[in-house]
């Protein structure tokens, strides 16, 4: 069944086997978001099916990486690559020309042995015509501790861009300069500040608490996005009412950062409870009781007074 609720503001679009009962302050501020927000419950490749060609400037996601958790049944290495295939050549044919698509993976694990995902994903977004603009290493400071390797502590999100011709703009995403107040000590431009005074470039390091226990975003969702992590992506990447869109969307953490910049969030699950949350994420963060760590917020550091915060 398709249940459909719009209003100028927000439109909401979900199948399920059930009716959704939704708060109708779903649409009570209309000053915090002027944009669309579109949730399935459905598989991915057919709601990729159903988008016009060229729709979407970000397609930001962090796909199953065929490790057994709760959403997902491990199979073999070579037809989840397979199945990789399809969604992301679908992702390809979806994205507007000057768009990015972020894929988020880790590693895939055999018998003790890792495999990192994005070295066999590469070939993949390659013969569809990408290119890897970064690698990006996002580090985070929880996980398993391993006895008989190093404990894991970052994934990879790798940027691919459809053209030379992307979306790019670096003044959003800018973070505090090392040395603010540093000034050339010789040559033409003595006593002029060295850096830019409006921050320095974020890096291909990023530093972001993954979702555990303590972090204020906590849902049921065993391996949510920071959000914090994909509005740096959708700042960096998109213009405001541009279309994102997440094909694996979990509790819907890519389209609450898309309506917190004035874009446009999509998204689909096959599991109804994530889309129900994610539903439920985006009703709050429009009454504005979505609890989201702040963007710049320091990372906790246990040897500065208050943890650095
Ligand atoms: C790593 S999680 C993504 C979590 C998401 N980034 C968030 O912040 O909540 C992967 C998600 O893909 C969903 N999934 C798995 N197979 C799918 C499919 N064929 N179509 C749509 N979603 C799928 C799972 O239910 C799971 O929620």
């Known amino acids: 069944m398709v249940r459909q609720m719009k209003t100028s503001q927000l439109e909401i679009v979900a199948e399920s086997q059930v009716d959704f009962p ?45 490790i057994g958790k709760a959403y997902e049944s491990r199979s073999p290495l070579d037809s989840y690559l397979e199945s990789q295939a399809q969604v992301i050549r679908e992702c390809v044919r979806v994205l507007h020309p000057q768009g990015s698509i972020c894929w988020q993976v880790g590693n895939y694990t055999e018998n003790g042995a890792i495999v990192p995902l994005d070295c066999l994903l590469f070939p993949i977004f390659r013969e569809l015509g ?72 974020p890096s291909d390091v990023w530093a972001f608490p993954n979702v555990k226990n303590n972090h204020p975003e906590k849902t049921i969702h065993p ?34 950062a898309a309506l917190m910049h004035k874009r446009n969030g999509y998204g689909c699950d096959i599991i109804e409870e994530y889309i129900d949350i994610a539903r439920d994420r985006i009703s709050d963060f429009l009454a504005g009781r979505l609890k989201t760590r702040p963007m710049g917020k320091p990372v906790y550091d246990p040897s500065l007074p208050n943890g650095g915060h």
């Open 22 to 66: 939704k708060p109708l302050d779903l649409f009570a501020d209309a000053e915090r978001c002027a944009n669309v927000a579109v949730l399935e419950c459905r598989d991915n490749l057919d709601f990729l099916r159903g988008q016009p060609g060229e729709k979407f400037k970000l397609v930001v996601t962090s796909p199953p990486y065929n």
């Open 223 to 256: 391996c949510q996005f920071p959000i914090e992590l994909v509005e740096r992506l959708v700042l960096a990447l998109t213009d405001e009412q541009d279309d994102v869109l997440d094909p694996y969307v979990g509790v819907g953490s890519t389209v609450v």
């Open 130 to 201: 990408l290119q890897l603009r970064n690698r990006i290493v996002w580090h985070f400071g929880h996980g398993l501790h391993c006895r008989n390797r190093l404990s894991g502590r970052y994934e990879t999100i790798n940027w691919w861009t459809k053209s030379d011709d992307y979306t790019w703009h670096l003044d959003p995403i800018r973070v505090p300069s090392k040395y603010p107040g540093k000034r050339h000590f010789k040559g033409p431009r003595k006593g002029e500040l060295s850096g830019n005074p409006k921050g320095k470039n």
